[in-house]
């Protein structure tokens, strides 16, 4: 949220500046500038982390905050580290998309080319990290890395200044203002649904990326490699949308109409996955029988399976930004910037209260499913929205679009099956290959279990299985704690440093799993008091179904339940422990 505020703030405000006529410099020159800064702000960032874990530590000892507070100074310190340079990445684009138009046909093509470019960058820098630089070249100098090419940008960028004319020294050559032929300016109406479909789009679109991430960490593990995978495909979709639309825009008449479309289609085109996506681990496993996969290619065939969730939607999603950019800039070519960046900034302002809302609010509160669920009513909501604001432009097509979109809601609702919990967080992903590891055996395997327990926590999905008298422990579909096969180590985890400690008083147990190694550790006498650190409800509630393993800990008076991250409650701490 931090960091996507600073891009809309930076859109908006560098896209007005980039329409001054009392500018100073050409806009090449600023966007040298800015790139330049942003990788020098870079190379620096590792001595203000410093500082902030300073201000951290002076926050948390001196004033012992709640949780809320503790979450809201965070979020201050973020927003102070990055705020200088997301303002200058989100100015980067106004800034081009001005240098380059000419004319106002082309604002929307040279949009969607320009997002198209800066979206592809972002896929290939998603899959280069993970896959490549952190792991070869270590953090310290992937960041360099970035840096340097930040800089070297820029300073390609200053050496075209002087090659490229800027829109303010061009005396009539920015073409004829848009004829009603070729104008799908509307009426104001249409403009404004668009703007506020627009920032309903940033919202949803974060509502799916989270959701699915959620969904596919189910099938696909919860890795780096597989998060970066997820990030890729689901911006490769943005790009390709962006990219296509930008081939097209010359020959658009209505792009409040083509943008409504793009909404619908959105939602439609996730309403019909949704039924499919709990049987993902079964085609996930059938394929696994199909081919006999090597590392490589098993990135490449989970990155497949995320295009597969993600790419149409995504597609759809993408081309709005450069549709509502070219309606928003209207007759006027000296504010093209300026408009085009508050339609970036308030898509923008869409995904922060997207982001905060779907992961603090919706998924706890109602679940994967039904978040999926209300983003496509929004995004079906939004296209409607538009649609009637043309009023008799498109009377006809509206009414055509209305009772398919209707039809199509109302098929789902009836007729759409559930979610089958037991295959979705069966762990696929850990099945591991042999003749007996089939999709088949995968699925019989998990019907066979009876589900006690599910919760969709801010960022796990927890379960609990019972087959037979064995209860396992599932964390976002890996098994963390059973009361067979891992008995022992849980118990032996506490009972090894306790016994050849001397004075065990204090213990601090992080992670809680099924409680039992809490249990082991409240067995002793000599202890004073245990602090349980956990940083997902759904795990110390889930630890419940194995009190007849775990001495009911969470009852102990000896014991203190906190739900953090372990390694902040660490570092914020000044408590020791034995």
Request: hydrophobic share 50%; charged share 15%; proline share 4%.
């Amino acid at each position: 949220a931090a960091f996507m505020g600073g891009l809309a703030a930076g859109s908006r405000w560098f896209g007005m500046l980039a329409d001054s006529p009392g500018r100073k410099a050409s806009l090449f020159t600023y966007y040298g500038w800015m790139e330049i800064l942003i990788g020098v702000y870079c190379l620096g960032f590792d001595r203000l982390l410093g500082a902030q874990k300073w201000a951290l530590l002076l926050f948390y000892h001196t004033l012992e905050p709640s949780a809320a507070a503790s979450t809201g100074f965070k979020f201050i310190l973020s927003s102070m580290l990055l705020i200088v340079p997301t303002i200058l990445m989100g100015g980067t684009l106004p800034v081009l998309i001005k240098a380059l138009s000419r004319r106002l046909p082309d604002v929307g093509r040279i949009t969607g080319r320009l997002y198209f470019a800066n979206c592809f960058g972002a896929v290939f820098g998603t899959l280069a990290v993970a896959f490549w630089m952190i792991p070869s070249l270590g953090l310290a100098l992937s960041t360099a890395l970035a840096a340097a090419i930040n800089i070297a940008v820029g300073l390609v960028a200053l050496a075209l200044r002087t090659r490229i004319p800027d829109p303010l020294r061009l005396t009539g050559k920015t073409g004829p203002a848009l004829d009603e032929g070729v104008s799908a300016g509307g009426p104001q109406a249409a403009l404004k649904w668009s703007l506020i479909g627009i920032f309903i789009s940033g919202f949803t679109a974060m509502f799916y990326e989270i959701t699915w991430t959620r969904i596919l960490s189910l099938v696909l593990g919860s890795s780096t490699y597989s998060f970066s995978l997820m990030l890729a495909a689901f911006i490769s979709g943005i790009a390709l949308g962006s990219l296509i639309i930008s081939r097209f825009m010359g020959k658009i008449r209505h792009p409040a109409y083509i943008f409504a479309l793009c909404q619908i289609t959105a939602g439609l085109a996730v309403f019909a996955m949704l039924p499919l996506y709990s049987s993902l681990p079964l085609f996930f496993l059938r394929c696994r029988e199909l081919v006999n996969f090597s590392y490589e290619t098993h990135q490449l065939f989970k990155f497949a399976v995320c295009l597969a969730v993600m790419l149409a939607p995504t597609t759809a999603i993408g081309m709005g930004f450069p549709l509502v950019g070219r309606l928003a800039a209207g007759g006027e070519m000296d504010k093209i910037a300026g408009k085009v960046g508050g339609v970036y900034a308030l898509n923008t302002m869409g995904n922060i209260l997207g982001t905060v809302l779907c992961g603090f609010a919706m998924i706890p509160l109602l679940g994967l499913k039904t978040t999926l669920e209300i983003s496509v009513l929004l995004n079906l909501a939004a296209g409607g929205g538009i649609l009637l604001s043309l009023g008799p432009l498109r009377a006809i097509q509206t009414r055509r679009v209305f009772v398919a979109g209707a039809l199509a809601v109302a098929i789902y609702f009836l007729i759409a099956p559930g979610w089958d919990r037991k295959v979705l967080t069966g762990g696929a992903f850990r099945y591991h290959r042999s003749p007996q590891a089939t999709a088949e055996n995968f699925s019989k395997k998990t019907q066979r279990r009876n589900l006690l327990f599910y919760r969709e926590d801010i960022s796990t999905t927890v379960t609990v299985e019972q087959e037979n008298s064995d209860l396992v422990l599932r964390v976002n579909g890996k098994a963390d704690a059973s009361s067979t096969l891992d008995m022992k180590t849980q118990i032996l985890l506490t009972d090894l440093p306790m016994l050849l400690h001397e004075n065990p008083a204090h213990v601090l147990v992080i992670g809680a799993g099924s409680g039992v190694s809490c249990g082991a550790a409240l067995a002793h006498p000599e202890l004073d008091s245990l602090c349980c650190v956990e940083i997902s409800p759904g795990v110390v509630q889930g630890s419940r179904f194995f009190a007849d393993y775990n001495r009911r800990y969470w009852a102990n008076p000896r014991t203190e339940i906190v739900l953090d991250d372990g390694r902040n409650f660490l570092f914020r701490s000044e408590k020791k422990w034995d």
